[in-house]
């Protein structure tokens, strides 16, 4: 079974930072693209980065490039996102995911991210 836990979210002034990480077990990790995924309170689900399952692609939303870097381990099974220069924008629940050929659409619980002051 695919399991992904997220950690890492938190309150944060505008301007910190936060390291995101998310656990992944059940599937073979170095074969799959990972991705982040935010829903910000009262609205709908944005896409934020999607990284190529050997790392060597990445991309990003237009609105976190060069604030946010996304990387993972495959030796460890753990995708991570570096946010930095947090906005008051950038509160959302994040969520990792993955997908693809051979493997059902799945998703983990959320870690809450608050950018205020």
Same mark, same amino acid.
Request: net charge negative.
């Given at each position: 079974?695919?399991?992904?836990? $997220?950690?890492?979210?938190? &309150?944060?002034?505008?301007?910190?930072? +936060?390291?995101?990480?998310?656990?992944? =077990?059940?599937?073979?990790? =170095?074969?799959?693209?990972?991705? @982040?995924?935010?829903q910000a309170p009262g #609205?709908? &689900? $944005? @896409?934020? =980065?999607? %990284? *190529?399952? !050997?790392?060597?692609? %990445?991309?990003? +939303?237009? /609105?976190? *490039?060069?604030?946010?870097? %996304?990387?993972? !381990?495959?030796t460890k099974n753990t995708?991570? &996102?570096?946010?930095?220069? +947090? #906005?008051? $924008? !950038?509160?959302?629940?994040?969520?990792?995911?993955?997908?693809?050929?051979? %493997? *059902? !659409? /799945?998703?983990?619980?959320?870690?809450?991210?608050?950018? /205020?002051?």
């Open positions: 079974e695919v399991q992904l836990v $997220e950690s890492g979210g938190g &309150l944060v002034q505008p301007g910190g930072s +936060l390291t995101l990480s998310c656990a992944a =077990s059940g599937f073979v990790f =170095s074969a799959f693209y990972m991705t @982040w995924v935010r #609205k709908g &689900l $944005e @896409w934020v =980065s999607t %990284i *190529k399952s !050997d790392g060597g692609s %990445i991309v990003y +939303l237009d /609105s976190v *490039k060069g604030r946010f870097t %996304i990387s993972r !381990d495959n995708l991570h &996102l570096q946010m930095n220069s +947090l #906005k008051s $924008e !950038d509160t959302a629940v994040y969520y990792c995911n993955v997908n693809g050929e051979g %493997i *059902k !659409d /799945s998703w983990g619980q959320g870690t809450q991210v608050i950018v /205020s002051s």
